[in-house]
């Protein structure tokens, strides 16, 4: 019995195959997410480029009032250059912001999810420390611990946070385990378990989307503004310069690398604004925590029936 007791705390340590598998999904999440963003950067910068001269000389015949653009050209009055002090200042600041919030929740998905595995180690030693010697309630506890592992903790980026945190009390392996160790007085698991759901609404909280995409839709509007007035401003010059290609080329390279930045900075917010699937989200330190955890609890249910 001492023998089994001493062998079902062992916990083998498998740091070097995790250390193996950690590169490996990283690599993997960092190159989707570098196609994510730089292509279509790449792709709009490009064909902003291509485009700039094109649309200048468009709307430079279109108008066909020369007057017109060489107020625009000197721009005497300032005008133009107030209205893209005012357009930018609003898109930098809404942006700024944008990107402050998202990555802050990132950050708080992060710390949660790391304070709620700690919290099911715990509850699983606790559990072991208690029920060691009763073999049949041990192994539903640690099988109904497991449930709440692939329900709850697996799903995190699967199921809205709203809907799991509805879920019904008598649904709930937290509140299963809490009734099978704490019938009349509350054992030491009360407490553990507190924590862990503690723990678990602070992850759900942190997950739960707070910028709508309409968001995302008014910035993109705000950017397009903020970049139509280039062309415009072409324009001008392509009458003051009496057509001059080379100029149009220089100017059409410079809002091609002008539109790059902002489609790249755009995607940025994008993979931190999802909740999955990227190299800014959990997905790759949720994967290797949980393996972890389903590892010991499948190696402690398996020598279950030694104890009886």
């Excluded at 708080?108 to 919290?119: D, G, I, K, M």
């Excluded at 009496?242 to 755009?266: A, D, P, Q």
Aim: proline share 4%; aromatic share 8%; glycine share 6%.
């Amino acid at each position: 019995t001492t023998t089994t007791l001493f062998s079902s705390f062992q916990q083998p340590s498998r740091q070097s195959n995790n250390n193996k598998r950690t590169p490996q999904i990283s690599s993997s999440l960092q190159r989707q997410t570098l196609f994510r963003i730089g292509i279509p950067s790449i792709v709009s910068g490009l064909l902003a480029t291509c485009a700039f001269p094109f649309v200048s000389f468009q709307l430079a015949s279109l108008l066909q009032d020369r007057s017109v653009f060489n107020v625009l050209a000197t721009d005497a009055a300032a005008y133009v250059q107030n209205f893209l002090s005012v357009t930018g200042l609003l898109y930098g600041l809404i942006l700024g912001e944008t990107f402050s919030f998202v990555y802050a929740q990132q950050e708080a998905v992060f710390y949660a999810l790391f304070q709620e595995v700690t919290e099911t180690k715990s509850l699983v030693e606790q559990i072991a420390l208690i029920c060691q010697g009763r073999g049949q309630l041990y192994g539903k506890l640690l099988q109904t611990l497991q449930q709440y592992i692939e329900s709850d903790l697996k799903q995190m980026t699967m199921v809205d946070p709203a809907v799991q945190i509805s879920t019904r009390p008598i649904d709930d392996p937290l509140e299963s385990i809490m009734y099978m160790t704490s019938v009349g007085v509350p054992s030491v698991v009360y407490q553990t378990v507190k924590s862990l759901r503690k723990a678990r609404a602070a992850r759900l909280g942190a997950l739960q989307r707070k910028v709508p995409p309409i968001h995302m839709a008014l910035l993109w509007i705000l950017a397009t503004t903020v970049l139509m007035t280039f062309p415009l401003l072409g324009a001008a010059m392509s009458t003051a310069t009496s057509g001059n290609r080379t100029i149009m080329t220089v100017e059409g390279c410079l809002f091609g690398i002008l539109v790059w930045s902002v489609v790249m900075t755009k995607r940025v917010i994008k993979e931190l604004w999802k909740s999955k699937g990227g190299a800014y989200n959990v997905d790759a330190v949720l994967g290797i925590m949980v393996r972890g955890l389903e590892e010991e609890l499948q190696k402690r249910i398996q020598m279950v029936p030694s104890t009886l």
